[in-house]
């Protein structure tokens, strides 16, 4: 059960982890980042240093005017926003197929949520909440694609998902160039049970148009996986689906394991359903006994390792960042 992982292509703030770029020269540390440095090819950027801002320099802010938002340096008054929004198109127009984001929270050009928009640039509180310039056109470009900051993926939960999604969208990416038939049907056949835990629907319709793959074109059949594929990977899985998956999973060992441990498993998928233990805990042993009988089935579902081993073990913030995933009523609150 050993799995060879493809490395994922991200695009990363350059802030993080990589250079002390930020408006007060600064770096802003990420443990996922700097791990994921390791088993992943990183493209960092920095827009506001890209348009010639410099470092150290001002801070720049979103102001909205007459309906319409600007970015602008109140310090010196420069508006920059046609730079950035130009910087923005020519960066990403260049940039090869990505399996993912990971930008800079908060940040009015790199934040992809909850950044301030102000109503001038005078001293003046916040009218609203918004995405940066330079994230703006990433999320309106990649839809479907993971894009996460920095200060989330602190959140066990959410980390897992990315990483979850991105490993198998690189994955996806891996066999998309040979446009093989049967490659798409291993494919599918090996993330069953990841993809069950995201969404049924999803999973139904995938098999149908793997099953229908003779009557496809090879190019539109690869196009319409990949897209249904990002579907099913764009939301967390619920807690109900991984529950689902992990309850499945057990039925397999169930003549096969003592009381004692099966009593343990469900005391773990419990202790998860409830939010107590992280999704790994339950997973992990399930994982032990998939390779300790050697279940045919079970031996090459990405569920149980969708990503390196050593990305599991990160630690795990819960912070104020993560919650909206909850408030979202995708489980418990933390
Ligand atoms: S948040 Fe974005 S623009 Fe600001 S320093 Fe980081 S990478 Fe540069």
Request: charged share 25%; aromatic share 8%; with cysteine.
């Amino acid at each position: 059960m050993t799995r060879e992982y493809p490395r994922p292509r991200l695009v990363v703030s350059r802030c993080i982890e990589f250079d002390p770029c930020r408006y007060d020269g600064s770096k802003i540390p990420s443990p996922t980042v700097a791990r994921l440095r390791e088993y992943a090819d990183c493209i960092p950027v920095c827009p506001e240093v890209e348009i010639g801002l410099g470092i150290p320099r001002a801070t720049v802010r979103i102001v909205r005017t007459g309906g319409s938002d600007r970015l602008v340096q109140p310090a010196t008054g420069r508006d920059v926003t046609d730079e950035m929004s130009a910087f923005a198109a020519g960066f990403l127009d260049t940039l090869p197929p990505i399996d993912g984001f990971i930008l800079k929270g908060g940040s009015p050009t790199s934040g992809t949520r909850n950044v301030r928009v102000y109503p001038s640039v005078e001293k003046s509180a916040a009218i609203a909440k918004s995405a940066g310039f330079f994230a703006r056109e990433v999320l309106k470009r990649y839809p479907e694609l993971p894009v996460e900051d920095e200060l989330r993926l602190n959140n066990q939960r959410i980390r897992d998902h990315f990483l979850s999604a991105v490993f198998t969208l690189a994955a996806f990416r891996g066999i998309e160039g040979t446009r093989d038939p049967h490659a798409l049907v291993q494919f599918h056949a090996n993330n069953k049970l990841l993809l069950l835990a995201s969404s049924q629907k999803m999973l139904r319709e995938m098999g149908r148009l793997v099953a229908a793959r003779a009557t496809v074109e090879p190019g539109a059949l690869y196009g319409q996986y990949r897209r249904m594929l990002s579907i099913a990977l764009a939301r967390a899985p619920r807690y109900t689906g991984n529950v689902n998956v992990l309850l499945h999973t057990l039925g397999y060992f169930s003549d096969r394991i003592s009381d004692e441990e099966r009593a343990h498993c469900i005391r773990l998928i419990d202790r998860y359903r409830d939010g107590h233990a992280t999704l790994a805990e339950p997973r992990g042993l399930l994982r032990s006994w998939v390779i300790r009988f050697g279940e045919p089935y079970l031996m090459n579902q990405s569920f149980f390792a969708p990503y390196p081993a050593e990305l599991i073990d990160l630690p795990g913030d819960v912070t104020d960042r993560g919650r909206d995933l909850w408030e979202a009523g995708e489980g418990p609150p933390p």
